[in-house]
């Protein structure tokens, strides 16, 4: 059997394995994968950019234009569009915080209507909840009969067109942005989307505490019963507070019969997330008692900020827990949970008859005592179903509190976000790290974040280190120095053969004087980044690298990129990138963007070549001569990044720029 006479099915398996770069290529083999793999590039898109979306828009109007009316066209294949948007800030294994700061892509009533022309069989439509200001539903235009998950809509847009437009009794996933007294009505409404199996109700607090916010209080309990009724195949709920108050909440909060459990506990509900609701103790009794089948449980953000009787928290959470007989997944995250720890707690997780297989613990805030106390707890219990936890720790001096020797105990830990001295405050050094003692004893680590770290290696001799083979697959270091870059990077490039993502941000490297070589006319600063093991797909680079100093930095900065194809003979391209002068006064730190002027390009590259054969030729020289700086009165100071990879990375930036991997490849 020939490659074009396999069946489709086994070619959809395949195409869920390869990249859309690959797809894309497969398309041109016969007219049978045609057909496949372009399901396979279209079913699901991601738009980052406006720019992007303007593109899939023309590409899927050009082919909606080609055929006769009625007839197949790329439209019909998509299934899925996401379009940009901030995520829920709520524990686990997130990203880097400023990422959700970034601009949503903008969706015009042209584009909406257009998408509803373009995709009629579309399932699932997300985009920013900003978006539906100022977009218009007309159900005779844009309806989706097959909708299963809209964008998050705010209770004003939630009536009868929305349901008419997205066919609510085909709906599986809601969220809605509501005010708390309109969550009765909000209930009700429900009664028109039996099928919904995931909901999320995000309710924005108001400042005043009067009558309308303590009767909405009071009768929580009865219109989450009344939710439950009205959706029996409801799995999924998270309940979110957007608000919270800064001081403890008002005493009607607080009465027991507010959170009275419901008359008839919900059996079906699997996930529960609550997010700056649990004002009172009393909601650990309410969750076990009315969701007595939970198998994941999220707790996020606790209103109150004095606990008053700290014992009665603890106890009353390990109580929870010993009532939630099918819970496998904890989640506990927010600026006073860490005050919820406690030997119970621990000696609970402990025990065989324990059900809970995962654990997420996100300390939100330094809170020095309890910093402490908890890694006492892995030191004595270990805590072996800890998977993701997100710690900071003052260790001004190095292991005194330790943090790592403790946290070798998480045999099971997955993720671990750690902000040492330096990531709290900048004017203390860098807190020394042995990231190889750290992989060795917790190989099944796959993402690693540190902030204020002094990464480093044992021995300075790479011949000398103990190898082995992680499962590291993210690393990401902020505010961090790297020492004995060359054999720290290499040691991480033989051990760890998963690792697809390298980010580095405010990062620096011990600074040598033979890494700057002085030319006529320029000063050199250079950095070597080496990788030749890793299958690296993204890379983030620092500028701080080949940084000078706390005010002078470097007025271009080169980034070339070395993989096994271009060793080959096919040469290396370089690009560069010049710093932005600000308007007023003077960066601390600088920024970059893309040199687009030929002329600067070509010199630039041109004076590269000449430092490098300067470098060749003194290597060789028994006794070199250092070159003299020719008169001028503007030198340059110049940087060059070395990236050497095993293959093409299909994302590189320098800083919070992105630099397309099109400008890597010799044409």
Same mark, same amino acid.
């Given at each position: 059997?020939?490659?074009?006479?396999?069946?489709?099915?086994?070619?959809?398996?395949?195409?869920?394995?390869?990249?859309?770069?690959?797809?894309?290529?497969?398309?041109?083999?016969?007219?049978?994968?045609?057909?496949?793999?372009?399901?396979?590039?279209?079913?699901?898109?991601?738009?980052?950019?406006?720019?992007?979306?303007?593109?899939?828009?023309?590409?899927?109007?050009?082919?909606?234009?080609?055929?006769?009316?009625?007839?197949?066209?790329?439209?019909?294949?998509?299934?899925?569009?996401?379009?940009?948007?901030?995520?829920?800030?709520?524990?686990?294994?997130?990203?880097?915080?400023?990422?959700?700061?970034?601009?949503?892509?903008?969706?015009?009533?042209?584009?909406?209507?257009?998408?509803?022309?373009?995709?009629?069989?579309?399932?699932?439509?997300?985009?920013?909840?900003?978006?539906?200001?100022?977009?218009?539903?007309?159900?005779?235009?844009?309806?989706?009969?097959?909708?299963?998950?809209?964008?998050?809509?705010?209770?004003?847009?939630?009536?009868?067109?929305?349901?008419?437009?997205?066919?609510?009794?085909?709906?599986?996933?809601?969220?809605?942005?509501?005010?708390?007294?309109?969550?009765?009505?909000?209930?009700?409404?429900?009664?028109?989307?039996?099928?919904?199996?995931?909901?999320?109700?995000?309710?924005?607090?108001?400042?005043?505490?009067?009558?309308?916010?303590?009767?909405?209080?009071?009768?929580?309990?009865?219109?989450?019963?009344?939710?439950?009724?009205?959706?029996?195949?409801?799995?999924?709920?998270?309940?979110?507070?957007?608000?919270?108050?800064?001081?403890?909440?008002?005493?009607?909060?607080?009465?027991?019969?507010?959170?009275?459990?419901?008359?008839?506990?919900?059996?079906?509900?699997?996930?529960?997330?609550?997010?700056?609701?649990?004002?009172?103790?009393?909601?650990?009794?309410?969750?076990?008692?009315?969701?007595?089948?939970?198998?994941?449980?999220?707790?996020?953000?606790?209103?109150?900020?004095?606990?008053?009787?700290?014992?009665?928290?603890?106890?009353?959470?390990?109580?929870?827990?010993?009532?939630?007989?099918?819970?496998?997944?904890?989640?506990?995250?927010?600026?006073?949970?860490?005050?919820?720890?406690?030997?119970?707690?621990?000696?609970?997780?402990?025990?065989?008859?324990?059900?809970?297989?995962?654990?997420?613990?996100?300390?939100?805030?330094?809170?020095?005592?309890?910093?402490?106390?908890?890694?006492?707890?892995?030191?004595?219990?270990?805590?072996?179903?800890?998977?993701?936890?997100?710690?900071?720790?003052?260790?001004?001096?190095?292991?005194?509190?330790?943090?790592?020797?403790? =946290?070798? *105990?998480?045999? !099971? #830990?997955?993720? @671990?976000? &750690?902000?040492?001295?330096?990531?709290?405050?900048?004017?203390?050094? %860098?807190?020394?790290?042995?990231?190889?003692?750290? =992989?060795? *004893?917790?190989? !099944? #680590?796959?993402? @690693?974040? &540190?902030?204020?770290?002094?990464?480093?290696?044992?021995?300075?001799? %790479?011949?000398?280190?103990?190898?082995?083979?992680?499962?590291?697959?993210?690393?990401? #270091?902020?505010?961090?120095?790297?020492?004995?870059?060359?054999?720290?990077?290499?040691?991480?490039?033989?051990?760890?053969?998963?690792?697809?993502?390298?980010?580095?941000?405010?990062?620096?490297?011990?600074?040598?004087?033979?890494?700057?070589?002085?030319?006529?006319?320029?000063?050199?600063?250079?950095?070597?980044?080496?990788?030749?093991?890793?299958?690296?797909?993204?890379?983030?680079?620092?500028?701080?690298?080949?940084?000078?100093?706390?005010?002078?930095?470097?007025?271009?900065?080169?980034?070339?990129?070395?993989?096994?194809?271009?060793?080959?003979?096919?040469?290396?391209?370089?690009?560069?990138?010049?710093?932005?002068?600000?308007?007023?006064?003077?960066?601390?730190?600088?920024?970059?963007?893309?040199?687009?002027?030929?002329?600067?390009?070509?010199?630039?590259?041109?004076?590269?070549?000449?430092?490098?054969?300067?470098?060749c030729l003194s290597a060789s020289a028994s006794s070199p001569t250092p070159s003299t700086p020719m008169p001028g009165n503007f030198s340059p100071t110049i940087g060059m990044i070395t990236l050497q990879c095993k293959a093409l990375l299909s994302g590189i930036a320098l800083d919070n720029m992105k630099i397309p991997a099109k400008h890597f490849i010799n044409k």
């Open positions: 059997m020939t490659k074009a006479e396999l069946p489709p099915e086994s070619l959809q398996q395949v195409a869920r394995y390869l990249s859309p770069q690959d797809c894309c290529s497969a398309l041109y083999v016969c007219r049978s994968w045609f057909r496949v793999f372009q399901r396979a590039i279209y079913r699901i898109i991601h738009v980052e950019t406006d720019a992007q979306l303007q593109k899939l828009l023309d590409s899927l109007l050009r082919s909606y234009e080609l055929y006769a009316p009625g007839s197949y066209h790329n439209g019909l294949v998509v299934r899925e569009l996401h379009l940009k948007r901030p995520q829920e800030m709520l524990p686990g294994p997130a990203s880097h915080q400023q990422e959700h700061k970034q601009n949503n892509v903008h969706l015009s009533q042209k584009d909406f209507d257009l998408l509803a022309k373009l995709c009629p069989e579309l399932e699932v439509l997300d985009f920013a909840i900003a978006e539906w200001q100022h977009i218009t539903l007309n159900p005779a235009r844009s309806r989706w009969k097959y909708m299963r998950q809209c964008a998050p809509v705010h209770y004003a847009d939630f009536g009868f067109l929305f349901l008419k437009a997205f066919n609510g009794s085909r709906l599986s996933h809601l969220h809605v942005n509501h005010q708390a007294e309109d969550l009765g009505m909000l209930v009700k409404s429900l009664k028109s989307m039996p099928n919904l199996q995931d909901v999320t109700l995000e309710m924005n607090d108001t400042d005043n505490d009067g009558d309308d916010a303590a009767s909405s209080s009071l009768a929580l309990a009865k219109h989450l019963q009344q939710m439950h009724a009205l959706l029996p195949r409801l799995r999924r709920f998270n309940f979110i507070r957007t608000k919270t108050p800064a001081q403890e909440s008002s005493a009607p909060l607080h009465d027991p019969h507010s959170m009275s459990a419901f008359a008839e506990p919900c059996r079906s509900l699997e996930s529960l997330a609550l997010h700056g609701h649990i004002d009172s103790y009393k909601w650990f009794e309410f969750i076990s008692s009315s969701y007595p089948h939970l198998q994941s449980l999220s707790l996020t953000q606790l209103t109150t900020s004095r606990f008053g009787t700290k014992w009665m928290w603890q106890n009353a959470l390990v109580q929870m827990i010993q009532a939630l007989p099918m819970l496998k997944s904890l989640t506990l995250g927010g600026k006073n949970v860490p005050q919820l720890f406690s030997k119970a707690f621990a000696v609970e997780l402990g025990k065989k008859k324990c059900s809970i297989e995962s654990l997420y613990i996100d300390f939100e805030t330094y809170q020095a005592i309890e910093s402490c106390q908890f890694l006492l707890l892995v030191q004595s219990y270990g805590l072996n179903q800890l998977k993701f936890l997100r710690l900071r720790v003052w260790e001004q001096i190095p292991g005194w509190s330790g943090v790592t020797s403790n =946290l070798f *105990h998480c045999k !099971q #830990l997955q993720t @671990l976000e &750690l902000s040492l001295s330096k990531g709290m405050m900048d004017q203390f050094p %860098y807190t020394p790290f042995l990231i190889d003692h750290m =992989l060795g *004893h917790l190989p !099944q #680590l796959e993402n @690693l974040l &540190l902030v204020g770290a002094n990464v480093q290696v044992t021995y300075n001799n %790479y011949e000398d280190l103990d190898k082995g083979c992680f499962r590291l697959q993210r690393l990401e #270091l902020r505010q961090s120095k790297i020492e004995h870059h060359t054999n720290t990077f290499r040691y991480l490039s033989s051990c760890c053969p998963r690792l697809d993502t390298l980010l580095l941000e405010k990062c620096e490297i011990e600074k040598k004087r033979q890494q700057q070589v002085v030319l006529p006319s320029s000063t050199w600063n250079t950095c070597c980044v080496s990788l030749p093991s890793s299958t690296v797909a993204q890379v983030r680079l620092s500028s701080f690298l080949i940084y000078r100093g706390t005010v002078q930095s470097n007025d271009y900065i080169g980034i070339e990129l070395l993989c096994e194809q271009q060793y080959q003979g096919h040469g290396s391209k370089i690009v560069w990138c010049e710093a932005v002068k600000p308007e007023r006064g003077q960066q601390i730190y600088p920024s970059y963007s893309l040199c687009a002027d030929q002329d600067k390009l070509d010199e630039l590259t041109d004076l590269y070549k000449a430092c490098r054969s300067s470098l």
